[in-house]
Nanobody
Framework: QVQLVESGGGLVQAGGSLRLSCAAS????????MGWFRQAPGKEREFVGG????????YYADSVKGRWTISRDNAKNTVYLQMNSLKPEDTAVYYC???????????????WGQGTQVTVSS
């Protein structure tokens, strides 16, 4: 089993940056693909990006491609989401998830964190 705890959210001005962290506990972390999702008020949960268990492959939503970077440090049991050039439309609760892959289907992820709020002001 894997437990996930997100941190690093907060209030930031448009154009600024944040780095979200997802700390995992559990001995199988290094073999899980990881994904980041977000959910804004009144909107459905959407995929942000994913990273393979080795860290060698990443996959991003078009809305964040070129601005954000997902990475992982298996030695630290941590996955990161570096968020640059933030826009007001990025405001949402951000969730990390662990699963057998790293794609956009939320149903493919087995474990979820509780979420961290990111608010971007213009």
């Amino acid at each position: 089993q894997v437990q996930l705890v997100e941190s690093g959210g907060g209030l930031v001005q448009a154009g600024g940056s944040l780095r979200l962290s997802c700390a995992a506990s559990g001995s199988t972390f290094s073999r899980h693909g990881m994904g980041w999702f977000r959910q804004a008020p009144g909107k459905e949960r959407e995929f942000v990006g994913g990273i393979s268990w080795s860290g060698g492959n990443t996959y991003y939503a078009d809305s964040v491609k070129g601005r954000w970077t997902i990475s992982r440090d298996n030695a630290k049991n941590t996955v990161y989401l570096q968020m640059n050039s933030l826009k007001p439309e990025d405001t949402a609760v951000y969730y990390c998830a662990a699963g057998g892959g790293y794609g956009l289907r939320a149903s493919d992820y087995f474990y979820w964190g509780q979420g961290t709020q990111v608010t971007v002001s213009s």
